[in-house]
């Protein structure tokens, strides 16, 4: 497998977001949103194997947790992550991951936790969602829309609605999507859409979602690596 990085921080999204959780950034994406935070993944990484970042895993996290295989796209590279997730539901790992909603998801394990990204309009990728992952989705699954604007919202509301997400999944997630050269400051200023107006119009459409914020961009700087 290429992967970026292999670390330990606090899971910043998703209804898991505030726990301690060991990231496996995979290398490489297909898509390119225009306000990706994540363009170090698109090349580079280290070549490991199965064993090497199963062994990493367990030496950040030996008493087991949370583990996001994240990237990038993970399913890029299917062939040997799903394999590697497997391993690591069998070790007893709880296991979330994060993709694109482009890429088939049909293979992913049972156990898996998935967390499917919508893309919106405003992200450049609004074309890229594949309809038949819809069925893929399992009740304790969650699809996450980045919202840039109000087009986005509108988009991800009429999209939820359209496709009955709330009788498919767990959690329906709107989050606000971050400015791509966010730095210094830890607040909402470098959101693209302010996460009182989204919260608003959320109330306003009596909408059954979660208001999803980065966490970690809170709490560490909004450019910092690794966390
Ligand atoms: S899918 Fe994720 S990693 Fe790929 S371009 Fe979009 S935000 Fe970046």
Redesign the pocket.
Known sequence: MQITEIYKSIQGESSYAGLPCVFVRMTA?????T?????Y?FTGGRTMTGDEAEAEVQRLAPDGGLVEIT???PLLQAKDVVPFMQRLLDLGYKVLLET?GERPLAGVPAGVLKIM?V?CPG?G?GASFRAENLDALMPRDEVKFVIADRRDYEFARDFARKNGLNGRVANVIFSPAFKKDAAGARDASHCLVDPRALAEWILADGLDVRLGLQMHKFIWPPDARGV
Request: net charge negative.
């Open positions: 994406c297909n898509l390119r949103c306000w990706c935070d994540s363009e993944t990237g990038g796209e694109s990204d893309k992200s990728e």
